[in-house]
């Protein structure tokens, strides 16, 4: 990332009243928000998340999504939170609705009574309309098992913040805090590949599914690996971690908005006779924030939207601009 350097003499003119005087950053939520969480003032932010714990001495996990003015969905996952102990089986998701009122927010679900204060949530189990505690859910920030993963020997790096790795992309273009803006499409071309891509969605609660931080990744600039906040969505192949028009991700895996997620894929390209006639579809292997989601899957057409069509000559990476901000770093690829 870009490093601010000062001045001994710059510094002493940054006085406490400079600060006071530096205007606060606007942020539409309807557009949406790319920013260091911690600038995020909307009181759903620090409500949404992740929670898990143990309810009736069973583990759970439950992820709170954020919907807009108070407005949340909720999901109740049995066992844990998907990729920590969920089975995975959608039947047995309990989903509900929730609503900030004063200083709680209130989720009613299936059998559950939520309520969330100071990162904590209180659940209480419902039968026969008799309630009783059942336990309380704590906040958890998962992080990527491959967030920060270093390109081995042999790797080419595409992106590290620096200018020298912005003028690998065409149309290339850094934001203000110094990560790879989408859009771009590198000049480097690629055959088989190992890839590490690291991705930021904005925080956007009032939009509703593929308006909600889209944009996505193409292998050879013909297969897409989506990129979209499907947060506690149900996991489908237009979707985070999906393979467009091709397969849903085993599980799905997407943090919430503004957290820093993953993609490690293991590439393949296609076959092609000496006519360019297909004898072989292209595979990979996707492995979202370090869990497998897709295991040598076969891609037996190029995306609808993608920029080249399926052939034998080798093909860039490229990321979407479908007009949301969303954010790279920690780019690279080490060819097979």
């Not at 510094?11 to 005087?21: I, K, R, V």
């Not at 609503?99 to 939520?114: K, P």
Request: hydrophobic share 30%; glycine share 12%; net charge positive.
């Amino acid at each position: 990332m870009l490093k601010h350097l000062f001045t001994t003499s710059s510094l002493l003119l940054l006085t406490a009243t400079t600060f006071a005087e530096t205007p606060k950053k606007k942020h539409d939520l309807k557009r949406g928000i790319n920013a260091d969480p911690k600038e995020v003032e909307d009181p759903d932010f620090k409500i949404q998340g992740e929670y898990t714990g143990t309810l009736n001495g069973k583990k759970h996990g439950v992820q709170v999504i954020a919907g807009g003015a108070g407005k949340f969905t909720a999901v109740f996952y049995p066992g844990g939170l998907p990729g920590d102990g969920w089975d995975g089986e959608r039947k047995n998701r309990v989903k509900g609705k929730g609503e900030t009122e004063e200083d709680a927010t209130t989720i009613r679900a299936q059998n559950w009574l939520a309520t969330i204060t100071d990162g904590r949530m209180t659940v209480k189990a419902i039968k026969d309309g008799a309630e009783t505690e059942a336990g309380t859910l704590e906040k958890v920030e998962r992080k990527s098992t491959t967030l920060g993963k270093k390109p081995p020997a042999g790797a080419v790096v595409l992106y590290d913040g620096t200018m020298e790795c912005l003028a690998k992309w065409q149309r290339g273009k850094m934001s203000e805090d110094g990560y790879l803006m989408q859009g771009v499409k590198s000049k480097d071309r690629f055959g088989a590949s190992t890839i590490h891509i690291e991705f930021r969605l904005p925080y956007k609660p009032f939009a509703r599914g593929q308006g909600r931080g889209n944009s996505g990744f193409y292998m050879h600039a013909r297969y897409e690996v989506q990129m979209l906040d499907s947060f506690g969505l149900e996991g489908k192949h237009n979707e985070c971690g999906g393979i467009y028009s091709t397969k849903d991700p085993d599980v799905n895996m997407c943090f919430p908005p503004l957290s820093w997620q993953t993609y490690d894929i293991e590439f393949t390209p296609a076959e092609f006779d000496d006519n360019n006639k297909k004898t072989k579809n292209a595979r990979m292997t996707v492995r979202h924030n370090g869990v497998v989601v897709h295991n040598d899957v076969e891609c037996d057409h190029s995306t609808t939207a993608s920029p080249m069509r399926e052939g034998k000559e080798p093909g860039p990476l490229y990321f979407q601009n479908h007009g949301n901000p969303v954010r790279y770093r920690n780019i690279w690829v080490l060819p097979k």
